[in-house]
């Protein structure tokens, strides 16, 4: 009877470990996102997992956000950042790993001098190779891409409750990731 006492005690303790865990991640995900949306880089960085900054300069990756979003041939804003699924948390090599889906809109809107039907056309086979033509629309109205997006970051924490840093599992990172990430991970890319 002790025994069935002291198994339901540590699952009852797991269960809420990883509810905990998971509405941590949740809140990080909801600054993270945030700082995105607002255009706020430098807080931003603060998100990331500082293992990126070892490939990655931080005030390069700052610069590289900025240049991105501060672009003189079109406007990009991110809209509707949303939380699909936490996935279990997994402690590997006593690091803690969870992997999140989400989804959010992409707005590109080409400037005046660049909104040329040619330059339209082009961008929108780049998006549509980018992001598959079912994900990409183009408003001529109002002259924007959206772009419906679904994405994959793994959210990383030392402890398992607190602190969690993201980093997108993107195929284009797949070198860099390999440096720091587990294989367990590396296999949702």
């Known amino acids: ?20 865990s998971k509405k941590a991640i949740e809140n990080g995900f909801i600054g993270y996102s945030q700082t995105l949306v607002n255009k706020d880089f430098h807080k931003m960085a603060d998100y990331i ?9 931080k ?3 700052i610069r590289l956000m900025q240049k991105t979003f501060n672009s003189p041939d079109f406007d990009i804003t991110i ?37 040329g039907l040619a ?30 997006m679904k994405s994959k970051m793994c959210a990383i924490s030392a402890d398992g409750v607190n602190n969690w840093k993201f980093v997108a599992l993107e195929a284009n990172l797949k070198p860099m ?13």
């Open 79 to 115: 809209k509707d950042p949303k939380l699909v699924t936490i996935g279990d948390v997994q402690n590997i090599k006593g690091k803690y790993y969870s992997i999140v889906d989400y989804s959010n809109l992409l707005n590109i809107k080409l400037k005046p001098e660049n909104d």
């Open 177 to 189: 990731l390999g440096k720091f990430l587990p294989v367990e991970i590396l296999k949702a890319i």
């Open 59 to 61: 005030d390069d990756y």
């Open 119 to 148: 330059n339209t056309m082009a961008v929108k086979r780049s998006l549509e190779s980018g992001f598959g033509a079912v994900n990409v629309n183009y408003d001529e109205k109002a002259k924007l891409f959206v772009i419906h």
């Open 1 to 20: 009877m002790k025994s069935i006492f002291v198994f339901l005690l540590v699952c009852n303790v797991a269960v809420g470990f990883g509810q905990d």
């Open 49 to 57: 997992t500082e293992e990126v900054f070892t490939y990655l300069a």
